[in-house]
Every structure is written in C-alpha cells, then in structure tokens.
C-alpha cells in the first residue's frame, strides 16, 4: 500500500469508528433528546427497534479506534502524506476519541451523572 494509501486509510478507519459509534446510539436517542431539551420523544419511539445493534456497533467501534491505535503508535509502516503529518494525525485522534467514547457509552454516563448528582 503507498503512503497515501496508507494515510487515506487510517483517516477512513478513523471515520467509520465514529459512524459506528453514532450508529449504537441510536437506540437511545429519544430519551436523551427528550432530556436535553424537553422534547417529546414519541416520534422517537421507532428507535429502540434499533437496539439490537447497539452491542455490535459498540464493538465495531471500538475495534476501529483500538486498529487507529495501532496504526498510529505501533505500525512500522512509515507515515507520508502532502496534507497531515503523523503529529497532526495523532492529535486528531486524541481529540476525537473522548467525543467517541461519549457517544458510545452516553446512556450509561447519563445514568451514572444523574445518580451522582441527584
């Protein structure tokens, strides 16, 4: 694979884990809509049919981000593109990966924020 390639690669991985993660949360976003800004979440009602991939997106995702890991501090493959050198990359995924994590696991943060500050 050329180095651009390779770069393009990382950059959709990347991408698709954070498709991912939007996709297992899909089932819960009635509630959290109808949380944050007093919604009413009955034309959400037909998400939770979606709830059975929730667990497989979850670990899609996390597949994903753990492959961009891998990619960006333990693969030998040299790192070359004209556009984002391996340092910008890097931040991209660092910066990337709280938001990630947030989405993935946001019913149980909702659940764990509320219990703490109730």
């Known amino acids: 694979m050329s180095q651009p390639n390779s770069a393009k690669s990382a950059g959709v991985t990347l ?29 959400f009602a ?28 333990i ?3 040299l790192w070359c593109t004209g556009r984002l050198t391996l340092g910008q990359m890097r931040l991209l995924y660092w910066l990337a990966l709280p938001f990630m994590l947030l989405i993935l696991f946001y019913p149980t943060v909702v659940g ?3 219990e703490v500050f109730e």
């Open 15 to 43: 991408l698709t884990a954070a498709v991912a993660a939007v996709t297992a949360g899909l089932c819960c976003i009635g509630p959290l809509l109808y949380l944050l800004f007093g919604i009413s979440a009955a034309g």
């Open 46 to 73: 037909g998400l939770a049919k979606l709830e059975f991939l929730r667990i497989p997106m979850i670990v899609i995702s996390l597949g994903l981000l753990a492959r961009g890991f891998w990619r960006l501090y």
């Open 75 to 77: 693969s030998k493959r």
């Open 112 to 114: 764990w924020f509320y």
